[in-house]
């Protein structure tokens, strides 16, 4: 019999076992059809009850907001508590003064129906300091009846009108029925400066009752009561059974206090319990009034539902025979021009790629996925250099963002280094003259704070166009980072020349910048290092620019100073830091750790931390970290500085885990400086053994700009830290020497995207350019990715799309200490 079976071929089987499978599924669903349709009807039924007890404390949450909102309003208004005061003082039963008093009690019950009508409310009645009822607004037969108690003789009499009428007439003081709910008790005891909300039943009916007591001005002695009502009654039931098409009521019969769970209880809510007889659903769910237990119960009938079902029942079966008729019918053609022909065809094509000839073949025109999977074959050897084609374009795209602004398209900092020294060179074996002018925008930030990094960025935008139409065609313009330029001019003769071209850029900033909707006033500061007067090397040059730009900034900006030697003075200045900083960092007790969170884009969970310094200097204050960091490379005492850091992160994440804090590691930022003055190897051993901390719980974020110090001895070093088994990363990747050459031979295991890359995305196509070759690397090159400077849910989104594994920045958390980081981690 299997001899036989093996001869039959593909589509028979396929057809036999179809006709199996069909057989098969008439029977199962014959059994269980039943149950599966009333199982259906059943949890849609108690869907529609959650949703209407959902409903139900939506709007009894909502009543109970707007009670406490109207309820309130008595201490806002300044007369009605003016004319509360009155009665409060001159109220005498005995010797009333009705001209005076009633006048008062009118007006305040004119401010009640308007309070009482405008919230939607039933009633609402306000009492003096002795809780005597002062007026009372209440409705009746859909209108609002209006009363004040007067007094005659010492006993009350009650006045009272409709609100259409104009007089009030007199009726016998029987209010005693309106207050049923005043509770003495929550003023007495409690004295509660916020509105008190209690529930309470009667006739089927339920009321939200506020009681608010009214303090006088800045003190605890109470002046008076106000409460106001809420009706939930037979119309709300009405509109909301006919709004979710189930049957709502109220009851207080004790039946249904067995399968009633309280209805504002949260964790019962979801347990609520739906009971069935022949002819219906039921569902209770219960409330405790300060009157009695009242039963909110949903029902839905039965018969619609049978009839339903039996209809279902007689569809399914003629659907289920019809379609399996014709289904069989066809199933033997439909194999066997469908599946069995293409199959052949699609071997052919495999069997001509196993003896190695990947020329093209003609692929299946079937209209289905045999014919995706014989396009797909034949693709393949196109594929490979399309993907070949593609990589090289992305290293292109790299190598061009690593020597321009993505911003402007002006060349970066690193282009117009090279530029520099190129230019030295010339004027050196020339004996000519260049400068260097360092410009930098006057108020910059303001525009940022005031208008948005948007316009920031409009800005930066144009004013790089008007300095390139200012300058010559053999100068150099470059943008090194906010809103900081370089320009290098070549082959100038004298001061004059200079000054010529610096009256051109000044002169582009007298008109205005037209920003989208803004038109911005700026100015700009400027400092001139001139070859060879003020420096013969490109650092010299730079710096004295830099002095002399800050020299600009010193004059009341809006100013071009050439660089001269009494500038050094600011070198004194910087003498006092770095002595402030040599002492500080001799016991680095003026040092703290703050950390960063890093979290899942994944599970939305704190995963690790970035740890950064901050420095509260004794003799300087609080010192911001990109001067002091800076300063501390210059000088080298970011080695020691450096080891603290290392050692003190350390131990803080080490005391993290031993506190149950569920982190995977620690990143520490290393400075080039570090790597190239002292034995880093050696510090991570000595703090390996000396605090205990796994390796692989330690991640070292470094530049790209130390790589490309000295890339062979670099790249042994970082070698030597991955045979340790600490994890590292590329920090700011893209904005310095990116390329696929150094992704390929580092040992990094992950890159983090620079926040200039972050802050445009998703609406600059450049940034989500930049961003997409960026992670595209990454996956490439199996490396995990994290994205700093996240500000906002846009940017959230488009990262977390991309499969950015860690997002960094404000959107979760500024940088915290070590007591509000574990705060963070708990929340």
Same mark, same amino acid.
Request: with cysteine; proline share 2%.
């Given at each position: 019999?299997?001899?036989?079976y093996?001869?039959?071929? #593909?589509?028979?089987?396929?057809s036999l076992f179809i006709?199996?499978?069909?057989? $098969?599924?008439f029977?199962v669903?014959?059994?269980?059809?039943?149950?599966?349709l009333?199982?259906?009807?059943?949890?849609?039924t108690?869907k529609?009850? +959650?949703?209407?007890?959902?409903?139900?404390?939506i709007?009894?949450?909502?009543?109970?907001?707007?009670?406490?909102?109207w309820?309130?309003?008595?201490?806002?208004?300044?007369y009605?508590?003016?004319?509360?005061?009155?009665?409060?003082?001159?109220q005498?039963?005995?010797?009333?003064?009705?001209s005076?008093?009633d006048?008062?009690?009118?007006?305040?019950a004119?401010?009640?129906l308007?309070?009482v009508?405008?919230?939607?409310?039933?009633?609402i009645?306000?009492y003096?300091?002795?809780e005597?009822?002062?007026?009372?607004?209440?409705?009746?037969?859909?209108?609002?009846?209006?009363?004040?108690?007067?007094?005659?003789?010492?006993?009350?009499?009650?006045y009272?009108?409709y609100?259409?009428?104009?007089?009030?007439?007199t009726?016998?003081?029987?209010?005693?029925?309106? *207050?049923?709910?005043?509770h003495?008790?929550l003023?007495k005891?409690i004295?509660?400066?916020?509105?008190?909300?209690?529930?309470?039943?009667?006739?089927?009916?339920?009321y939200?009752k506020?009681h608010?007591?009214?303090?006088?001005?800045?003190?605890?002695?109470?002046m008076?009561?106000v409460?106001?009502?809420?009706?939930?009654?037979?119309?709300?039931?009405e509109?909301l059974?006919?709004?979710?098409?189930?049957?709502?009521s109220?009851?207080?019969?004790e039946?249904?206090?067995?399968?009633?769970?309280? #209805?504002?209880?949260?964790?019962?809510?979801?347990s @609520?319990?739906?009971?069935?007889?022949?002819?219906e659903?039921?569902?209770?769910?219960?409330?405790?009034?300060?009157d009695s237990?009242?039963?909110?119960v949903?029902s839905?009938?039965?018969?619609?539902?049978?009839s339903?079902?039996?209809?279902?029942r007689m569809?399914?079966i003629?659907?289920?025979?019809v379609l399996?008729?014709?289904?069989l /019918?066809? *199933?033997?053609? /439909?194999?066997?021009k469908?599946?069995?022909?293409p199959?052949?065809?699609?071997?052919?094509?495999?069997?001509?790629?196993?003896?190695?000839?990947?020329?093209?073949?003609?692929?299946?025109?079937?209209?289905?996925?045999?014919?995706?999977?014989?396009?797909?074959?034949?693709?393949?050897?196109?594929?490979?250099?399309?993907r070949?084609?593609? @990589?090289?374009?992305?290293?292109?795209?790299?190598?061009?963002?690593?020597?321009?602004?993505?911003?402007?398209?002006l060349?970066n900092?690193?282009?117009?280094?090279?530029?520099?020294?190129?230019?030295?060179?010339?004027a050196?074996r020339?004996?000519?003259?260049?400068?260097?002018?360092?410009?930098?925008?006057?108020? /910059?930030?303001e525009?940022?704070?005031?208008?948005g990094?948007?316009?920031?960025?409009?800005?930066l935008?144009?004013?790089?166009?008007?300095? $390139?139409?200012?300058?010559?065609?053999?100068?150099?313009?470059?943008?090194?980072g906010?809103?900081?330029?370089?320009?290098?001019?070549e082959?100038?003769?004298?001061?004059a020349?200079i000054?010529?071209?610096?009256?051109?850029?000044?002169?582009e900033? %007298?008109t205005?910048?037209?920003?989208?909707?803004?038109?911005?006033?700026?100015?700009a500061?400027?400092?001139?290092?001139?070859?060879?007067?003020?420096g013969?090397?490109?650092?010299?040059?730079i710096?004295?620019?830099?002095?002399?730009m800050? %020299?600009?900034?010193?004059?009341?900006?809006?100013h071009?100073s050439f /660089?001269?030697?009494?500038?050094?003075?600011? &070198?004194?200045?910087? &003498?006092?830091?770095?002595?402030?900083l040599?002492?500080?960092? +001799?016991?680095?007790?003026?040092?703290?750790?703050?950390?960063?969170?890093?979290?899942?884009?994944?599970?939305?969970?704190i995963?690790?931390v970035?740890?950064?310094?901050?420095?509260?200097?004794s003799?300087?204050?609080?010192?911001?970290?990109?001067?002091?960091?800076?300063?501390?490379?210059?000088?080298?005492?970011?080695?020691?500085?450096?080891?603290?850091?290392?050692?003190?992160a350390?131990?803080d994440?080490?005391?993290l885990?031993?506190?149950?804090?569920n *982190?995977?590691?620690?990143?520490?930022?290393?400075?080039?400086?570090?790597?190239? +003055?002292?034995?880093m190897i050696q510090?991570?051993?000595?703090?390996?053994?000396?605090?205990e901390i796994?390796?692989?719980?330690?991640?070292l974020?470094i530049?790209?700009?130390y790589?490309?110090?000295?890339e062979?001895?670099?790249?042994?070093?970082?070698q030597?830290?991955?045979?340790?088994?600490?994890?590292l990363a590329?920090?700011?990747?893209? $904005?310095?020497?990116?390329?696929?050459?150094?992704?390929?031979?580092l040992?990094?295991t992950?890159?983090?995207i620079?926040?200039?890359?972050?802050?445009?995305?998703?609406?600059?196509?450049?940034?989500?350019?930049?961003?997409?070759?960026?992670?595209?690397?990454?996956?490439?090159f199996?490396?995990?990715?994290?994205?700093e400077?996240v500000?906002?849910?846009e940017?959230?989104?488009?990262?977390?799309?991309?499969?950015?594994d860690?997002?960094q920045?404000?959107?979760?958390?500024?940088p915290?200490?070590?007591?509000?980081?574990?705060?963070?981690?708990?929340?």
């Open positions: 019999m299997m001899h036989c093996r001869k039959i071929g #593909l589509n028979n089987k396929l006709i199996l499978i069909i057989l $098969t599924s029977g669903v014959g059994v269980y059809f039943d149950s599966f009333k199982e259906s009807h059943f949890q849609n108690k529609k009850m +959650h949703n209407a007890y959902n409903r139900m404390e709007n009894l949450s909502g009543a109970e907001d707007k009670l406490k909102k309820a309130s309003f008595i201490q806002e208004d300044e009605l508590l003016a004319s509360v005061a009155l009665i409060d003082n001159y005498d039963k005995q010797n009333y003064n009705a005076l008093l006048e008062e009690k009118k007006y305040i004119s401010q009640l308007s309070r009508k405008l919230s939607l409310n039933n009633d009645a306000l003096d300091k002795n005597e009822l002062i007026s009372f607004v209440v409705k009746k037969d859909e209108k609002y009846n209006q009363n004040f108690v007067s007094y005659e003789n010492g006993e009350p009499v009650l009272c009108k609100e259409d009428e104009k007089l009030y007439t009726e016998a003081c029987a209010y005693s029925q309106f *207050l049923t709910y005043k003495p008790i003023y005891n004295l509660p400066k916020e509105p008190i909300i209690t529930y309470h039943s009667a006739q089927n009916n339920l939200l506020s608010l007591n009214i303090f006088l001005s800045q003190s605890k002695e109470v008076g009561h409460e106001m009502t809420h009706l939930i009654g037979k119309t709300y039931f509109n059974s006919d709004d979710l098409e189930i049957k709502m109220i009851s207080s019969d039946k249904y206090s067995k399968v009633a769970n309280q #209805l504002l209880d949260k964790e019962l809510h979801d @609520l319990i739906v009971t069935q007889t022949d002819r659903y039921v569902g209770a769910m219960r409330m405790d009034t300060r237990i009242v039963y909110l949903a839905l009938e039965k018969d619609i539902l049978n339903e079902l039996s209809t279902n569809k399914l003629m659907i289920l025979f399996g008729s014709v289904f /019918f066809f *199933l033997y053609l /439909f194999f066997r469908n599946l069995a022909q199959l052949e065809v699609i071997m052919n094509q495999i069997n001509k790629i196993e003896m190695r000839d990947y020329s093209r073949s003609q692929h299946l025109t079937s209209d289905d996925e045999l014919e995706a999977i014989s396009k797909n074959i034949n693709n393949l050897a196109s594929t490979i250099k399309e070949e084609l593609a @990589l090289h374009t992305s290293q292109s795209n790299l190598q061009y963002l690593s020597t321009h602004d993505p911003l402007t398209d060349p900092r690193r282009f117009f280094t090279d530029r520099l020294e190129h230019a030295i060179k010339i050196e020339t004996h000519s003259k260049m400068a260097i002018i360092f410009l930098d925008l006057d108020e /910059f930030k525009v940022n704070d005031s208008l990094h948007d316009i920031g960025d409009e800005l935008k144009e004013v790089s166009n008007r300095l $390139t139409l200012s300058l010559r065609s053999t100068d150099t313009l470059s943008r090194i906010g809103d900081e330029f370089y320009i290098l001019l082959n100038v003769k004298s001061h020349d000054e010529s071209i610096v009256q051109k850029i000044y002169d900033f %007298q205005p910048f037209a920003c989208k909707e803004y038109s911005i006033e700026t100015t500061s400027m400092g001139i290092a001139i070859y060879p007067e003020n013969v090397d490109s650092v010299s040059l710096k004295n620019s830099d002095l002399a800050y %020299q600009s900034k010193n004059r009341g900006r809006n071009f /660089f001269y030697e009494e500038l050094s003075d600011q &070198m004194r200045e910087r &003498m006092r830091w770095i002595i402030a040599k002492d500080a960092v +001799h016991s680095c007790s003026e040092f703290t750790l703050m950390y960063q969170p890093k979290i899942s884009s994944v599970s939305g969970k995963v690790a970035e740890s950064l310094v901050r420095w509260n200097s003799v300087l204050g609080f010192a911001g970290p990109d001067k002091f960091i800076r300063l501390a490379e210059e000088t080298k005492l970011i080695v020691p500085l450096g080891k603290w850091i290392i050692e003190k350390c131990q994440f080490l005391g885990l031993k506190e149950g804090y *982190l995977s590691h620690v990143s520490i930022n290393i400075s080039s400086v570090q790597l190239l +003055h002292s034995d510090t991570l051993k000595d703090t390996l053994d000396k605090i796994k390796p692989e719980q330690i991640e974020e530049t790209e700009s790589i490309a110090t000295d062979k001895k670099a790249l042994q070093t970082l030597s830290f991955r045979d340790m088994g600490i994890k590329v920090d700011d990747f893209g $904005t310095g020497y990116s390329s696929l050459s150094y992704l390929q031979k040992p990094v992950r890159l983090k620079d926040k200039s890359f972050v802050d445009n995305l998703p609406n600059s196509k450049d940034s989500v350019s930049i961003v997409k070759v960026i992670i595209a690397l990454a996956k490439t199996n490396l995990s990715l994290t994205a400077g500000e906002t849910k940017q959230l989104d488009f990262l977390t799309t991309m499969e950015c860690e997002i920045g404000y959107y979760y958390s500024k915290l200490s070590l007591d509000d980081l574990k705060s963070f981690c708990k929340s």
